[in-house]
């Protein structure tokens, strides 16, 4: 039976999205199905994204826009999985479209419809702390931007009255006798990106969650959100003021048996904090205190985030959870905890608590599981196996995100590109049958046109519009020269946005576009994309940055805000009329693949690759595949770790795509995108390979703790890795375990993520074996997140004593005892030791500045690990176009995580190697050859080792000479400008930014006219 080319992803929240366009980039039909009226999920409805804060759905919204655009992406919003039926690639699946009682195909979204209903109910997407209409969006930027009747409170419906939305709207899409409908679709494969759920503390009575003072951290985020019901201003529900001491209570429907909640929610921590700060920026006179068991921050950065928190935000953190919260006679709140510090109970009133609640499963995965035939854990998440994490029980039934476990956004979105891997290698033989070709308008000829510019300007929530008068930016733009059109927007980067834009282009017969909003790294393709569907060439475009530029570095003086935006602005539109078209040119593509690292991730990432189809070359430095795998001898479910990298090991060696060199090492890379050349120095010799993307999987390597606790010095002092390869059968009556040696401090401020688990598994192993031996952990935070809080709870079963150390009065480790102080008991400990334990951090492997170069990537400067592109929406990215990363390379990260991302890099790098062509970047660097002289200088300069000289025959006083002159590969050129500010001749301009542009721009910011003088 021939397979289909087609995925339906269940669920449309930023992992979906991902696993979508990843699919749909990579050659295949995609069923982007969500039960709720828009796409974006829980993310949409978030104010900031930890660790960088940048506004959530200003990162999002370009990806929503971009799924309602892809040609290859149908989306099916308000629907429903209800069966599947067939086999692994070749599926019917059964969906059900709700009755929406709105006609997607006639309704513009214009809002007519919820302004003259009369009825109000509380908004889902405000947390029931604002209101919405029976006939509603959820919110500005949805997608679709259709409304949405709903029955239960539709007067119409009920009680056959009222008609008001039927009878204003000009489209005529309300349809009252709408029905379900169902639908019958042929896939090859199913993705279940379902999400969660937040955990509804209603019933916690002691914490009171029906007074008004008292909200969830989802109800939080929306208060804190410039389109929120407050328009961003934090005040309390009992007389809307705002709050001066605010108490976060970590661990609500989390870490709890008493719930049935036993595991940890993983993100709870980081986002209190995220709250918390954005919180004292808001106001900063707030006080801030987070009551936690632990401070779980373990993600990239994270641990430097929570330290900015208290250094920068004066934000407190309470080792203590108070077990409720009280409420005195006036109303006010009050909460009882142990302060470890005095040994006492105190009391510390609040003006506002806010329940940290945790990520529980959705109650809709019941229903969809058995739809599916899949199989769900104890905790109603799908059930997925350490090393195949994207993997359900039901072949070609993939799950990502949180409907596996509880994970932040960067792994959901690994997790996404990694299911989309798995999907893509299953259909690889179907791959381009069922896809279309989007055809863009004839681009319209401007070049005789007077211009005439359009400029947006976005308010951005509170990020932009909270300090700069944007109203008053948008019609100084008016008074431009050239500007023929000027408004100001919500959000620019929303759906009906672009469509005003498109609108304007076409009304105002607009011939440059200028938009003024926030951070061009992410939003310019965006608006370069709509201004070419409106018929423009796509580089008549220029982006103003008044966030990064203006707001968030003039936070302070908001006149001096606005005036500098209008400045800004003011050169942005002197430079839109000098722009020219611009063209893409497409080059040749090599379809093959370079993997470096041949660990678990190196070797994953390699067979994903070589299953979709694509020649791979898996280049490893040591004798041997597995990586560090092979140094743990025990997994922490118990099994032996060599069930896991075997059968990779066997897999690669046989695989007819994959060109496996061993004991080899990569020692130069030429080339771009595309069109790499690599030089492998083999046992057997140099090898030279060509191929079109890499991935760079290096791994990581365990501390050696030289200068910490005698390591070196006494014998009976190893670290966690030396104590794997010595178990079972350790002879030792006290076993001190130490945590955080050479992590989170000075020296390297990260966490780790897996020293903990590593820890707790090696304790339980010892008592397993050996009940007598007494075994301590000291720890700053035991950081088990996910489902790992049951090797936790499984330690203390087993009498593994816990005892908590201040970082600022470390153990002292003596010949055969640790002396530390116990932060909880406020005493001094002396604890016999037999063998001491250091749990050291991963760091960087050697070769990394190496690799760094060769692929001119980026190193971290705080941990050196490599540097994705975008730590959110691109962690397996880098910068440089062709070039990916997973694994341990990128961070610290335990097994499963490893594994998604080799998956997640695979399947990025497959949406470049699936294309016919490649096309060049347009912003590139060109030479005039009749000002160059041949100097040369440019050349070292390239980073991208774009030019090269050329030999040219001049005629010079009437001879012919061979001279040297500056050539640039368009392809490998990525438009850095270095060789520009490098020639002396000035033979060298930049397209886009070239010297009259530029000129004008200069110009423009000293307010002189065109002739030179004073405006």
């Known amino acids: 039976m021939s397979k289909v080319g087609a995925v339906a992803v269940a669920g449309g929240g930023v992992g979906g999205i991902q696993a979508a366009l990843d699919l749909a980039d990579s050659g295949f039909k995609v069923y982007l199905i969500e039960s709720d009226v828009s796409i974006g999920g829980v993310m949409a409805q978030l104010d900031k994204t930890f660790p960088t804060n940048d506004c959530s759905i200003c990162i999002l919204s370009p990806k929503l826009v971009e799924a309602a655009r892809h040609p290859n992406i149908e989306l099916l919003s308000f629907s429903e999985v209800k069966g599947l039926s067939g086999e692994a690639g070749n599926f019917k699946l059964k969906v059900v479209r709700k009755a929406r009682y709105v006609d997607e195909t006639k309704c513009t979204g214009c809002g007519l419809c919820m302004e003259k209903c009369p009825v109000k109910v509380d908004a889902e997407f405000e947390e029931g702390l604002a209101k919405r209409k029976a006939i509603y969006i959820p919110f500005p930027q949805a997608v679709p931007r259709v409304a949405r009747i709903d029955p239960e409170h539709c007067l119409y419906l009920t009680k056959g009255k009222c008609g008001a939305c039927k009878k204003v709207c000009p489209f005529d899409a309300v349809n009252y006798e709408d029905e379900d409908k169902e639908i019958l679709l042929d896939v090859g494969a199913v993705i279940i990106a379902s999400g969660f759920e937040a955990y509804d503390p209603s019933k916690l009575y002691q914490y009171h969650p029906e007074h008004p003072d008292v909200v969830t951290s989802m109800q939080f985020e929306r208060l804190l959100n410039a389109s929120g019901p407050t328009a961003g201003h934090v005040v309390r529900g009992s007389d809307h003021k705002e709050p001066k001491k605010i108490g976060f209570i970590q661990c609500i429907g989390s870490r709890s048996t008493a719930e049935g909640k036993p595991y940890c929610s993983s993100v709870c921590c980081a986002y209190a904090t995220k709250e918390a700060m954005i919180a004292v920026e808001h106001d900063p006179e707030l006080e801030v205190y987070i009551f936690n068991i632990d401070v779980r921050v373990f993600g990239k950065s994270f641990e430097e985030f929570y330290q900015r928190a208290q250094k920068d935000y004066g934000i407190k953190y309470i080792d203590s959870r108070p077990s409720g919260v009280g409420v005195r006679d006036d109303g006010s709140l009050y909460v009882m905890y142990e302060d470890h510090e005095s040994g006492k109970v105190k009391t510390m009133d609040l003006d506002m608590v806010v329940l940290s609640v945790g990520l529980d499963m959705n109650p809709k995965i019941y229903e969809l599981a058995e739809a599916l035939g899949i199989e769900l854990n104890e905790y109603g998440f799908v059930e997925t196996k350490m090393e195949a994490p994207v993997c359900t029980s039901r072949e070609g039934v993939y799950v990502l995100g949180a409907a596996q476990g509880p994970k932040d956004i960067p792994d959901t979105v690994a997790q996404a590109s990694g299911a989309a891997a798995k999907a893509e290698a299953l259909l690889a033989e179907a791959r381009g049958t069922m896809i279309e070709v989007p055809e863009l308008p004839p681009e319209r000829d401007v070049s005789g046109e007077i211009p005439r510019v359009g400029v947006f300007v976005c308010h951005c929530g509170l990020n932009i519009g909270g300090v700069v008068d944007v109203p008053a930016v948008a019609e100084y733009a008016k008074s431009l020269p050239y500007v023929v059109y000027a408004t100001d927007n919500k959000y620019s980067c929303s759906s009906d946005t672009q469509e005003l834009i498109k609108e304007a282009i076409e009304k105002y017969k607009l011939n440059r576009v200028v938009v003024a909003a926030c951070t061009p790294r992410t939003h310019e393709p965006l608006f370069q994309n709509t201004v070419r569907e409106a018929g423009l060439n796509s580089y008549l475009f220029e982006f103003v940055n008044i966030r990064e530029h203006v707001s968030w570095v003039t936070r302070e003086d908001k006149e001096r805000a ?454």
Not at 708 to 713: A, K, N, S, T, V
Not at 883 to 893: E, H
């Open 562 to 1015: 606005t005036e500098k935006a209008k400045e800004l602005i003011r050169m942005g539109v002197a430079k839109a009329v000098k722009l020219n078209p611009l063209y893409r040119e497409r080059l040749p593509l090599n379809h093959s693949a370079l993997v470096l690292g041949g660990g678990i991730s190196g070797m994953t990432a390699a067979l994903d690759l070589a299953d979709m189809g694509f020649p791979v070359y898996l280049v490893e430095r040591e004798g041997e595949l597995g990586g560090n795998l092979r140094n743990i001898t025990q997994l922490p479910d118990g099994r032996n770790p060599a069930e896991i990298y075997e059968p990779l090991i066997e897999k690669v060696k046989n695989h007819p795509n994959i060109t496996l060199y061993l004991n080899s090492k990569l020692v130069e890379v030429k080339g771009f995108i595309g069109n790499f050349e690599g030089k492998i120095e083999t046992p057997e010799g140099e090898k030279i390979v060509e191929f079109g993307a890499a991935i760079v999987a290096t791994g990581a390597r365990e501390l050696v703790p030289e200068g910490y606790y005698h390591y070196g010095e006494q014998e009976n002092v190893i670290t966690q890795m030396e104590l794997e390869k010595r178990l079972p059968g350790i002879n030792a009556k006290n076993v001190v375990m130490i945590q955080c040696v050479g992590a989170r401090c000075p020296e390297r401020t990260y966490c780790s993520r897996t020293c903990c688990m590593e820890a707790l598994k090696n304790a339980i192993r010892i008592k397993e074996e050996s009940p007598d031996t007494q075994v301590y952990i000291i720890y700053r935070d035991i950081r088990s997140y996910g489902f790992m809080e049951e090797l936790y709870q499984r330690a203390r079963e087993l009498g593994v004593v816990f005892i908590k150390y201040d970082a600022d009065k470390p153990p002292v480790v003596g010949k055969d005892n640790v002396s530390v102080y116990d932060r909880l008991l406020r005493s001094n400990l002396t604890i016999p030791a037999d063998l001491i334990v250091l749990s050291v951090p991963m760091v960087a492997p050697e070769g990394a500045e190496e690799t760094s170069l060769l692929f001119k990537v980026p190193i971290d400067v705080v941990s050196g690990f490599f540097f994705e592109a975008h730590v959110k929406l691109r962690p397996v990215d880098f910068a440089t176009p062709g070039v990916y990363l997973c694994g341990t390379a990128q961070g610290p990260k335990n097994i499963p995580e490893s594994l998604s991302q080799a998956s997640a890099a695979a399947s990025r790098a497959a949406t470049l190697l699936s294309k016919e062509f490649i096309e060049a970047e347009g912003i590139v660097s060109c030479v005039n050859e009749d000002v160059c002289i041949g100097c040369e200088v440019c050349v070292p300069m390239c980073p991208y080792t774009a030019i090269e000289m050329r030999e040219r025959e001049v005629e010079v006083d009437g001879k012919k000479v061979i001279v040297k002159k500056s050539s640039i590969n368009p392809a490998a050129c990525t438009g850095c400008g270095t060789c520009v500010a490098a020639c002396n001749p000035g033979a060298i301009e930049q397209r886009h930014f070239q010297n009259n542009q530029i000129l004008a721009q200069v110009k423009a910011a000293f307010n002189f006219s065109q002739n030179g003088g004073g405006a």
